[in-house]
């Protein structure tokens, strides 16, 4: 963790121990369980996936939230906050900066790193990252905002805290039940997208030119659990609709809904809230549902908890997920590194702090950086000129590049992942040490600092062989 954040923590010392004791008795995560496992099963294996292949995607999609090394929140309770895996894996604003464009450019980034695998089991693995992220977006959003169903217009909840304000109800669907639909029908395109893309294969057909229509709050509804924190989708347009797409996908929804009960919670005043779903009674109510669809679906078998541990998927870490996405075997040798915003080139600064800047043009060994990859799957970018590895390093408030030290081989600080681009030349480059980007920053020679991600030109880099 950085010393930026580490600062800042220190100094909201009060607002998380009052956060901690909120949270004690009740850890939040994402969408729980029965989205992120059952679900995401049950739309993969829909789509056209295998069932084996709908099932690695959903342990991984669920074991994102089982492993201590990827989950959003441990420690005690789950009340301590992870608050690089919080935004690398769970869709929270990183610290406000990100907004919900930031946001949804990093789940497009997911979605790519999925495609771009040569592996197939690689590639269903980044999926399964991929939707628990698609499902968080839907999930961590302020949902008493205006706007709070745009696809990119909505107000995110932020690292460290999340949704703690709200505590576990943001991750139950009675809570915003249209939320929870669109999270469905996003996660169907996407789906049938990667089956085309991914695996080259056709999706179900009963999908063909499925377009997401959302829903609406069944206003008709009669039942003791309605409340403002507990309601249901509407599904009268079944009456006339009740064999398509759109009334399956919606049908899953209302009886995911149907399987929550309800009790009165304290830190919500004593009003009434969803309780966590029993995941037996849910899967044997959804599994109804799929059967009932079995002529437009095939065999829709949703599996056990236990086959889902049997997967193993529930020793994730950040580290093992980046491995995954291997540097290409060009990458060691000598190179200028130009940054695709400006078209400037990376220097060494000649100054007393060494600094990363640019140039317009090549200029000698300056410009010129080796690369080195390390056995894990990282790279380390040694200056010509010097023989000096770049490094993330505190300057002038900033976290920036420079040249200025010596470092250990296995200095963290060191180690940088190159992220190819999916249908162009360039690349990211994440630092191994927290998981964010390069960017160039300034105006004029500019220099380099270290931010969350986001989708522009100045994160992005070219690679020129000398």
Not at 140 to 146: G, K, M, Q
Not at 150 to 166: L, N
């Amino acid at each position: 963790m950085n010393k930026g954040i580490l600062s800042k923590l220190r100094h909201s010392g009060f607002r998380i121990l009052l956060v901690t004791l909120m949270l004690v008795s009740k850890p939040a995560f994402a969408y729980q369980e029965d989205t992120h496992f059952i679900m995401t099963f049950i739309l993969c294996r829909s789509a056209g996936f295998t069932q084996q292949e709908a099932l690695i995607v959903a342990a991984v999609d669920q074991g994102m939230d089982d492993s201590k090394g990827t989950v959003a929140n441990g420690g005690l309770g789950g009340s301590i906050p992870n608050i690089n895996e919080e935004w690398l894996w769970h869709a929270l604003d990183m610290e406000g900066n990100m907004r919900a464009g930031g946001i949804i450019g990093r789940k497009q980034e997911l979605f790519n790193l999925a495609l771009q695998q040569n592996d197939v089991l690689n590639k269903l693995i980044y999926l399964g990252v991929f939707f628990h992220y698609q499902q968080d977006t839907w999930a961590h959003r302020e949902h008493w905002n205006a706007g709070h169903l745009s696809m990119d217009g909505y107000t995110s909840y932020s690292t460290p805290f999340g949704h703690a304000k709200d505590m576990n109800q943001p991750d139950r669907p009675p809570f915003d039940p249209v939320c929870a639909l669109m999270c469905l029908e996003d996660g169907m395109q996407h789906a049938c997208d990667f089956l085309r893309r991914g695996l080259g294969r056709e999706p179900n057909a009963f999908f063909a030119g499925y377009q997401p229509q959302g829903g609406s709050i069944d206003s008709t509804w009669i039942s003791s659990k309605r409340g403002k924190f507990f309601n249901q989708i509407d599904i009268s347009f079944s009456k006339m609709d009740s064999t398509s797409a759109r009334y399956y996908l919606t049908k899953l929804i209302r009886t995911q809904i149907d399987q929550y009960g309800i009790s009165a919670d304290l830190s919500h005043g004593l009003t009434k809230t969803a309780n966590q779903a029993d995941l037996k009674k849910m899967r044997d109510s959804l599994q109804k549902v799929c059967t009932a669809f079995s002529i437009q679906l095939g065999i829709v078998s949703i599996p056990t908890t236990v086959e889902k541990f049997a997967m193993q998927y529930n020793k994730l870490t950040s580290v093992g997920l980046f491995a995954l996405n291997k540097i290409p075997v060009m990458m060691p040798g000598e190179f200028y590194i130009k940054v695709k915003a400006s078209g400037r080139y990376l220097s060494k600064d000649t100054s007393a702090e060494k600094l990363i800047t640019t140039r317009d043009q090549p200029t000698g060994d300056l410009t010129v950086f080796i690369l080195e990859p390390q056995p894990d799957g990282t790279c380390r970018i040694r200056s010509k000129a010097d023989g000096i590895c770049l490094r993330l390093d505190a300057c002038d408030s900033r976290h920036c590049l420079n040249t200025n030290q010596q470092s250990d081989e296995d200095d963290p600080f060191t180690r940088f992942v190159f992220e190819k681009q999916l249908g162009d030349n360039d690349y990211r480059i994440r630092l191994k040490a927290n998981g964010r980007y390069v960017e160039e920053i300034g105006s004029d020679t500019k220099i380099f600092s270290i931010v969350a991600p986001v989708q522009n030109n100045v994160t992005r880099f070219v690679l020129e062989k000398k």
